[in-house]
């Protein structure tokens, strides 16, 4: 038996590590943390020493990624007391042969590998590489996705996200993840696995929410188990946030996948009374009508095919939320003062009226039955309002209002 091969037989208890979604050294019933609260530099030692556990790292390197701003004797006074604290906390907290974790020869430190050691991102990105072997049956390929994809439960070492040498690790992982995810909902689409593509899909627009290929999957997902009403729900979710934090549209691919949402239709059915009593549940909201810009185009469509017919005069109004020197707000001002908006527009219209969001910074109005004078009078309102209920907010109201374009129909 070799010396390393003694050594690991004495000490056989495995040991595991989390890095994705939070560190955790985890040795038998032994459970070590970093929370964040303090020793950050401790912390993060430990962390790149495991992190780049099969390589030797020397003083100038742990000087150069970690950033100690120490020199010479000073730092290496510094990390030699670092890695003596690093083996008191971890012995404090039992966890068995802390003092054999990290070794340091001729000048170098490294983590020990001669103990059995397990890294979650290490089995990820494993099993990753694995699945993307197309040589693979489709199932093994699914498993194997799924089992990478239940291991990522959050991005690599959050607690250390803004330390310089952790942000293009945590880059790739993030990255690797979302194509993962990609990748197996394009093979769990071929076999008809739609509760697991909700899964995952749901479990990743949770770590990034503007993925929005998964939006598209997870609604896709929906519409293909007859859960109409899920679908727009969502479609209706990611819409409004990348409006509100983007401010961007949804892509050609995404409204494409809404009117497959309206073309879906989950069941037949008869009972003209059950229709009349959901009809009639949807329009108990008080206000004007505020709905997605897709369903909005629909109706000024529908409007300027009857005005061709019936000479009703339509008026289009378009409010655009800017500061006082006419600029676009930063994100945390928009955001709040495009809520407010939304509150006063739709206090201050009649039931019988449309708006949607049309960009991230303007809302559209249809106003029907209405005189040039009226129309101007209702934004004049809305103005009024929006500066009475929110005096101190450093924004303003553009407006502008056109007659709507009749459509001739032959």
């Keep these: 038996m070799t010396q390393a091969e003694n050594f690991k037989s004495q000490h056989a208890e495995l040991i595991e590590i989390s890095m994705l979604g939070s560190f955790e050294l985890r040795c038998g019933d032994k459970i070590v943390q970093d929370n964040g609260s303090r020793a950050r530099q401790l912390w993060n030692v430990l962390e790149y020493l495991i992190a780049f556990r099969n390589k030797d790292i020397s003083h100038s390197e742990l000087l150069e990624s970690i950033w100690l701003n120490e020199e010479g004797e000073n730092f290496a006074n510094t990390l030699k007391s670092l890695i003596y604290r690093i083996r008191t906390t971890l012995t404090s907290s039992g966890i068995p042969y802390a003092k054999d974790m990290i070794v340091y020869k001729r000048g170098v430190y490294s983590w020990n590998n001669n103990l059995g050691t397990v890294v979650d991102s290490e089995t990820f990105e494993a099993c990753v590489k694995e699945a993307s072997n197309i040589s693979l049956s489709s199932e093994e ?30 880059t790739y992982y993030h990255n690797l993840y979302i194509k993962s995810v990609r990748d197996a909902v394009v093979l769990l689409n071929e076999k008809g696995r739609y509760d697991d593509i909700i899964t995952i899909c749901e479990a990743a627009i949770i770590i990034d929410q503007f993925d929005e290929p998964i939006h598209e999957a997870l609604i896709h997902a929906w519409i293909m188990q007859g859960n109409s009403q899920k679908a727009l729900s969502h479609y209706e979710y990611v819409t409004d946030l990348f409006y509100r934090e983007l401010g961007v549209k949804p892509s050609e691919r995404l409204r494409n996948t809404y009117r497959e949402i309206i073309k879906t239709v989950s069941h037949v059915e008869t009972d003209l009374e059950v229709i009349k009593e959901d009809l009639r549940e949807a329009s108990q909201a008080k206000g004007a009508f505020y709905c997605e810009y897709e369903i909005f185009k629909n109706m000024y469509q529908l409007e300027a095919r009857s005005t061709a017919r019936t000479s009703r005069a339509v008026f289009i109004a378009l409010l655009t939320l800017t500061t006082e020197d006419k600029q676009t707000p930063d994100k945390k001002l928009l955001h709040s003062g495009m809520e407010m908006l939304l509150d006063t527009i739709r206090s201050n219209l009649r039931r019988g009226d449309v708006f949607s969001r049309f960009s991230a910074t303007q809302y559209v109005l249809m106003l029907p039955s209405l005189t040039y004078e009226n129309g101007q009078m209702v934004l004049k309102r809305i103005i009024k309002s929006f500066k009475k209920e929110h005096p101190r907010i450093p924004l303003v109201i553009c407006t502008n209002l056109q007659p709507l374009d009749p459509v001739a129909v032959k």
């Design 141 to 170: 390929r699914i498993e194997l996705y799924l089992k990478a994809i239940r291991l990522y439960k959050g991005d690599f070492l959050p607690n250390s996200s803004y330390e310089a040498w952790v942000i293009p690790i945590s």
